[in-house]
């Protein structure tokens, strides 16, 4: 990684290489290096690389691509299965960017892009992303993106000592495209 500013485009995403790895791990290290609505305390520091060496970080149930703004590492993008009925099932979607890079339009344009790779590419119907309430620029992103807000679940996840509310997004495979 270089000290000069990453271009904001192209936007582009791409499987997670073996050079990603300590840019992951170093994105997910501390707080001081996420958004403030990504810090859920101390986790497995290996949990990336032993992910990438059994399956490349793709799954059936949970897989991630890197996000590169002008062709430098900028984040990820992941999604995992919840399974809705004994036959169906859709994608809950997530995002993770380096803190410095939030806000530029580079969470929506990956999203976005991630939406259509997981319609083309997979037979889900449904996408789905959530946010807690006061995380304002996420859920501009994903309205951007062309997500529509569903509802607030309350109390949905613990973070920094408290019970926070969390606000649900969906995207259909049949609605509009941004």
């Not at 949990?47 to 062709?71: I, P, T, Y």
């Not at 919840?82 to 960017?97: E, R, S």
Request: with cysteine; glycine share 10%.
């Amino acid at each position: 990684m270089t000290d000069e500013p990453i271009a904001l485009s192209p936007i582009a995403l791409s499987p997670i290489t073996e050079t990603d790895l300590p840019q992951l791990d170093a994105l997910v290290a501390g707080p001081e290096q996420l958004a403030p609505f990504q810090w859920f305390g101390w986790r497995d520091p290996g949990r990336f690389r032993r992910l990438w060496a059994e399956n490349g970080l793709f799954s059936d149930e949970q897989s991630a691509l890197a996000v590169r703004a002008g062709g430098e590492f900028a984040g990820f993008v992941s999604w995992r299965r919840v399974n809705a009925g004994p036959n169906t099932y859709y994608w809950n979607i997530g995002i993770q960017l380096r803190a410095e890079l939030c806000g530029r339009g580079i969470g929506t344009e990956a999203q976005r892009q991630l939406a259509r790779y997981l319609f083309a590419h997979t037979t889900v119907m449904r996408l789905e992303a959530d946010t807690e309430v006061t995380n304002h620029a996420e859920q501009r992103a994903l309205e951007k993106a062309g997500f529509t807000r569903e509802g607030v679940r309350r109390g949905a996840t613990f973070r920094d000592g408290e019970w926070r509310d969390g606000v649900v997004y969906s995207l259909l495979r049949t609605d509009p495209k941004p």
